[in-house]
């Protein structure tokens, strides 16, 4: 069975202790079982891994190149400012999508720039949590066209 790694970055295991008007009233465990849920459906395991830590989060990209058939990420605050985490992205060679609960481009102006977005497949953000069943979906059809 394949696998997708599911990747959070920074204060994500905060979620449904943020401001809920920006960030919902959803945990990161309540969605990272719905994206399991639903990826099921689709033959396709999920690994979760979240951390507040720059280097771990390269260090799961790297490892992820070599485990899983792709990754929905969520680099949160260093979607912004990290350029390492953006090097990485760029060297696997497995689609990656970006996620963000909110709309990083009606937000405060730094929070517009993505690093990742040039380097990724795909980002969807302002959707709340159904972004990453979107980004989910995504992924599947990712993998499907890469099979035929």
């Not at 970055?9 to 990272?32: F, H, M, W």
């Not at 929905?72 to 090097?87: C, E, K, L, M, Q």
């Not at 405060?108 to 979906?137: C, H, K, M």
């Amino acid at each position: 069975m394949r696998q997708i790694l599911l990747l959070n970055g920074p204060n994500l295991n905060l979620l449904g202790q943020r401001d809920q008007s920006v960030y919902g009233a959803k945990t990161l465990q309540d969605i990272e079982q719905e994206v399991i849920r639903f990826l099921k459906r689709y033959d396709l395991e999920v690994e979760t891994f979240q951390s507040n830590h720059e280097g771990e989060l390269v260090d799961a990209l790297q490892k992820a190149s070599k485990s899983s058939s792709g990754v929905i990420f969520n680099p949160a605050g260093y979607t912004h400012t990290s350029v390492a985490i953006r090097d990485a992205v760029d060297a696997i060679d497995i689609p990656v999508i970006e996620v963000h609960l909110s709309n990083i481009h009606n937000r405060e102006s730094f929070r517009s720039n993505s690093y990742i977005a040039p380097v990724a497949d795909g980002q969807i953000t302002g959707l709340g949590s159904n972004g990453y069943l979107a980004a989910a979906l995504a992924m599947v059809k990712i993998l499907e066209k890469g099979e035929s």
